[in-house]
């Protein structure tokens, strides 16, 4: 299957999988949204969704988050993981919201990306799910189903991110960035398909015999 058919293909399928995409993250705007964003980097969803009722219990506003020691966020945060860095950045960034925003977050890639903690991945995930601004948000898991799918030769997913903006239409990036997610969960994950198992993979690659190894930097 030529790259522009598997293109076509993907995008049809992912639609008629995903109908609705309720959002992964438990949020109620765009500030806890970022902060679970945030904590999910290295951690599951789930879990993300289990840590944050009790820290937005604590504080669900930078104002609020600004005045909650450091210490105590940590302990909140740390089954998420990498706890002393994280809730240094969340606390760090609810202060410079506070004083450079005036408590909101900013609708801007460039200045969510200067806030302490926040990479590209999750400004693009905040840009796209809080604001609806299209966006396409590339983890590990979507460079992985990239590659599986011929969609990128990246080595990174700075690049599998440019190659999938190029090949998909501008206003299905916020949708696409959640239906890969959603099918490599259930059908495409690092254990369950190499690359030859799942509906998708094996449409597009009926002869492919030996697994796919992720390029990565």
Not at 99 to 120: C, F, I, N, R, T
Not at 198 to 211: F, G, H, L, Q, V
Request: charged share 30%; net charge positive.
């Amino acid at each position: 299957m030529l790259k522009k058919n598997r293109v076509v293909y993907i995008n049809k399928r992912l639609k008629e999988l995903y109908p609705t995409l309720p959002i992964p993250l438990d949020h109620k705007d765009p500030y806890t949204l970022l902060v679970a964003v945030l904590l999910s980097a290295q951690c599951t969803d789930v879990r993300v969704n289990i840590i944050t009722p009790a820290l937005f219990e604590r504080a669900d506003n930078p104002f609020d988050m600004a005045k909650v020691p450091v210490e105590e966020i940590r302990a909140i945060i740390r089954p998420c993981g990498l706890s002393p860095r994280k809730s240094k950045a969340i606390s760090e960034l609810s202060q410079i919201l506070i004083d450079k925003y005036d408590g909101v977050v900013p609708q801007s890639m460039e200045a969510l990306e200067e806030l302490p903690g926040v990479g590209h991945k999750t400004a693009g995930v905040v840009m796209s799910q809080a604001f609806g601004v299209p966006s396409f948000p590339v983890d590990t898991h979507i460079h992985r189903l990239a590659q599986r799918w011929g969609l990128t030769n990246g080595k990174n997913v700075e690049q599998t991110e440019k190659d999938l903006k190029r090949l998909f239409k501008k206003d299905r990036w916020n949708d696409l960035h959640l239906e890969i997610i959603y099918y490599g969960r259930e059908y495409c994950s690092a254990r369950g398909c190499d690359g030859t198992k799942c509906e998708i993979c094996s449409t597009c690659y009926p002869d492919r015999k030996n697994p796919v190894k992720t390029k990565k930097s």
